[in-house]
């Protein structure tokens, strides 16, 4: 069964810094990836997908990831932080037919005045 | 249970037909989520329900579709005269207010 992971449940950053968080899966077969961002008290918001194409992904708010399929990862990332991205993030994925769709667990991001 | 359950986890019907979709949330969880994603989409939010407060039903995308929370139990989600088109895997995420969101495995839901 497919399953994902996501390598920290709080990260806690200062304005400015850099962030990384990881997110990880398991599926043999061709996948579909995706970031999402909840801020307290709001539903999901598609940060960025990967289909297919240039592995480096550019999403809203200044945000990136990069699929690597050889170790089956699909990493968030932001350059500088804000206080603004204190949300939750969850990294998703489904297989190629929309089937089989899971989420990770949830990272949980504090960015500090 | 320990996590969030949805049923059916899958569901054929024909067009025209209403159907209802059921999301048992975590214990103690004040928030729940629908969600639906189509084909080669993204999830699609439907409806907010935060405790006692009016649902956001901002989601919604038709008068087809309605949602009933009782407390801080159950929800159902009716799809009425159902079209091709609502042909979708349906999620459910339950949260406490802040975070902490977990996702059902979804109903597959399938108009013909």
């Known amino acids: 069964a497919q399953s994902v992971s996501q390598h920290n449940h709080h990260v806690i950053l200062s304005e400015a810094a850099s962030l990384e968080l990881g997110c990880n899966y398991s599926?043999?077969?061709?996948?579909?990836l995706f970031w999402y961002v909840q801020y307290p008290g709001q539903h999901l918001q598609l940060l960025l997908k990967?289909?297919?194409?240039?592995?480096l992904v550019k999403g809203i708010k200044g945000f990136e990831a990069e699929f690597i399929k050889s170790k089956f990862s699909f990493n968030l990332r932001k350059p500088s932080v804000q206080w603004s991205d204190t949300a939750e993030y969850f990294c998703?994925?489904?297989?190629?037919?929309?089937?089989?769709?899971?989420f990770g667990p949830g990272t949980r991001l504090s960015v500090l005045p | 249970g320990a996590g969030v359950s949805q049923s059916p986890s899958n569901k054929v019907t024909e067009k025209g037909k209403d159907v209802e979709l059921r999301c048992d949330p975590i214990?103690?969880?004040?928030?729940l989520y629908w969600y639906r994603q189509r084909l080669g989409q993204g999830l699609e939010f439907l409806i907010y329900?935060?405790?006692?407060?009016?649902p956001d039903k901002s989601g919604l995308p038709s008068d087809r579709f309605s949602a009933e929370r009782t407390g801080e139990s159950v929800s159902t989600l009716t799809i009425q005269r159902t079209q091709q088109e609502d042909s979708a895997v349906y999620l459910c995420?339950?949260?406490?207010?802040w975070g902490q969101g977990t996702f059902g495995s979804g109903t597959r839901l399938t108009v013909v």
């Open positions: 995420a339950s949260s406490l207010e």
């Open positions: 599926y043999g077969g061709t996948v579909n």
């Open positions: 990967y289909f297919s194409g240039d592995p």
């Open positions: 998703a994925v489904n297989d190629n037919y929309g089937q089989n769709f899971v």
């Open positions: 214990s103690g969880h004040t928030a």
């Open positions: 329900f935060q405790g006692n407060s009016a």
